[in-house]
């Protein structure tokens, strides 16, 4: 069908080429409809936001205690001498020798039971991106694109003329419709937002400048203030779509949720897109 309208379009532009070419299509449209499939999709939705919207305040609460609690483990392990025994987040754990502890980047600790190493300065990072992925997407509604392209240059101030008010607002980059808009950004949000800049501000107090990669254009971005960024391999990169799911799907395995069916449930990031769209109506 698509083959005979190019080329009955085709015809109009140009009819000494196509114009004998041309011929009615065979095809029906009522025959290429696609309701049912739409309607069976839209269905799926649904049901993926009618059993993830009564789980999303346990889900905060989750990712908040974990956030916490890696926070607080790696915090008694920077207080505590190597080799020797602490206790906090309701674990018991000892401080790790480490051959070459001079200028050593992680903190590894053990579980004198198990005798379990781990990487306490990787797990607090999991914990705390993961807490501030739910919270940005579940106040916010971005696409995923968008959240990994916010950046510094995102905040926006207008001042209402009758009282003189500022109101801040959230800057969103056009991404799938190429059209830009603002969002009011909440008390709840700003802290959020506060606790992402103030953990990637450099020694100078300003956000670092990444480059970021587009997947969709196959292009390297300017370098950017980019709030989603993290050490890795000793320089700045950005939190990658991929690395946000991941973030998600470790968060979710920690809290046991399973859906219908009984299988543990997963959470993408779109979903929260749904449920904040759902909230609204």
């Known amino acids: 069908r698509a083959f005979y309208l190019d080329i009955a ?21 009522e025959e290429m409809s696609r309701k049912k499939s739409h309607r069976r999709r839209k269905s799926r939705m649904d049901q993926r936001t009618r059993e993830r919207l009564p789980l999303l305040p346990s889900l905060i609460a989750a990712v908040n205690n974990q956030r916490r609690s890696a926070g607080e483990l790696l915090q008694a392990a920077h ?9 906090a987040a309701e674990h018991t754990l000892r401080r790790t020798r480490l051959a070459r502890p001079e200028g050593a ?28 992925t739910v919270e940005v997407l579940r106040h916010t ?27 801040p607002l959230l800057h969103i980059a056009p991404s799938k419709t190429d059209c830009e808009r603002l969002l009011v950004i909440s008390p709840e949000l700003a802290d959020v937002l506060s606790a992402i800049i103030f953990r990637i501000r450099d020694d100078s ?57 009984g299988q543990p449930l997963q959470f993408q990031p779109h979903d929260f897109r ?8």
């Open 9 to 29: 379009q085709w015809a109009m532009e140009d009819p000494a080429r196509w114009g004998p070419w041309a011929a009615p299509c065979p095809i029906r449209a």
């Open 79 to 87: 207080s505590t001498s190597p080799g020797d025994v602490f206790t």
């Open 105 to 132: 980047a992680k903190t590894w600790a053990e579980d004198p039971e198990k005798a379990e190493r781990r990487d306490l300065t990787f797990e607090e990072h999991q914990a705390f991106w993961a807490w501030a």
């Open 141 to 167: 509604g971005l696409r995923i694109e968008e959240l990994c392209e916010l950046s510094h240059h995102s905040f926006v101030q207008y001042t209402l003329p009758s009282s003189g008010e500022l109101i």
């Open 205 to 261: 107090g300003a956000v670092p400048l990444v480059a970021a990669y587009d997947y969709h254009e196959k292009l390297w971005n300017p370098p950017t203030p980019l709030l989603f960024q993290r050490h890795y391999g000793g320089e700045r990169r950005p939190i990658t779509p991929p690395a946000v799911r991941r973030l998600l799907n470790h968060a979710l395995s920690k809290t046991g949720f399973t859906d219908a069916t």
């Open 274 to 281: 749904r449920i904040f769209i759902t909230d609204a109506v």
